[in-house]
């Protein structure tokens, strides 16, 4: 999800070696992945592409701070100066991992290092954006996985009308993976988004008010979560991009806007705001 921003990860961290990215080419599943490796001055990434040679990866952008006008969006609310951490960046629209399909984690490897600690730097990197909502694709993992959490304090950011046009209300930081997603009844509300990986912009999209998930937790347990209102929403647009589809992808025609013109009318034609 959008501009709370939070993405962080630090798959590894270990010393440039030819020995070393011998052994992960030969030990490592994925087809694709992000290493973090320091220097004197900054994290280099590296991406190991189809043929198994790694490229550095440059086009990385920095996270911005959102400013009030930003939180007024209702997606991603800017929460003052973020702390001082050395994390990745979160991946910008463009980049193939952000429009091809994830992968499964295999079940066998949930409860294992590496998968633990991509999601502790996933909730790390959403808590510092500050954002609602991740996927692993989204700092260059091409796996299924996503976290999301809404507190009270966010949602006091965004104006009281707003949360309950939205039926936005507070949850617990959730851990899904491998998510499955089933749409339940007709009922759609039509809500202006934001991404994380689309920075600056907004645009209207139609989403289901309820959904099912099932899936598997960081321990490995399996899970289901009925959602409606505005987590519905969350959970859709995370779910989202385990299939490379952007919010942009799914957007009502002539709503796309920066944030700054967050609060002009909408184009004439364009469908009314709420639930339909």
């Not at 993405?7 to 599943?29: D, I």
């Amino acid at each position: 999800m959008e501009s709370i921003p939070r993405l962080a990860q630090r798959v590894l961290s270990v010393p440039f070696t030819p020995k070393y990215l011998k052994s992960c080419k030969k030990s490592r599943p994925l087809t694709s992945y992000l290493m973090q490796i320091h220097d004197s001055q900054k994290p280099v990434f590296i991406q190991w592409n189809l043929q198994g040679r790694p490229s550095l990866c440059t086009d990385l952008v920095s996270v911005k701070n959102y400013s009030s006008t930003t939180a007024r969006a209702g997606w991603f609310l800017g929460m003052g100066e973020k702390k001082k951490q050395v994390l990745p960046d979160i991946v910008k629209a463009g980049d193939p991992v952000l429009h091809e399909p994830a992968q499964d984690v295999p079940l066998g490897e949930i409860g294992s290092e590496r998968i633990q600690k991509i999601i502790d730097e996933m909730v790390k990197v959403m808590r510092n954006a500050p954002g609602v909502g991740l996927a692993a694709p989204q700092i260059g993992i091409p796996l299924k996985m996503i976290v999301l959490e809404d507190t009270n304090e966010y949602i006091s950011y965004a104006p009281k009308d707003e949360t309950k046009a939205q039926d936005r209300r507070p949850f617990d930081l959730l851990v899904i993976i491998n998510p499955k997603l089933k749409k339940k009844g007709n009922k759609t509300a039509l809500f202006f988004e934001g991404c994380l990986s689309v920075d600056g912009f907004r645009a209207v999209v139609e989403r289901h008010l309820e959904v099912e998930v099932g899936g598997f937790d960081r321990n490995g347990k399996a899970i289901k979560v009925d959602a409606s209102g505005w987590q519905a929403r969350i959970l859709q647009h995370e779910y989202d991009h385990l299939d490379g589809t952007l919010y942009v992808d799914k957007m009502v025609p002539r709503t796309f806007r920066t944030v700054e013109n967050l609060d002009l009318p909408l184009a004439a034609g364009c469908p009314k705001l709420g639930v339909r």
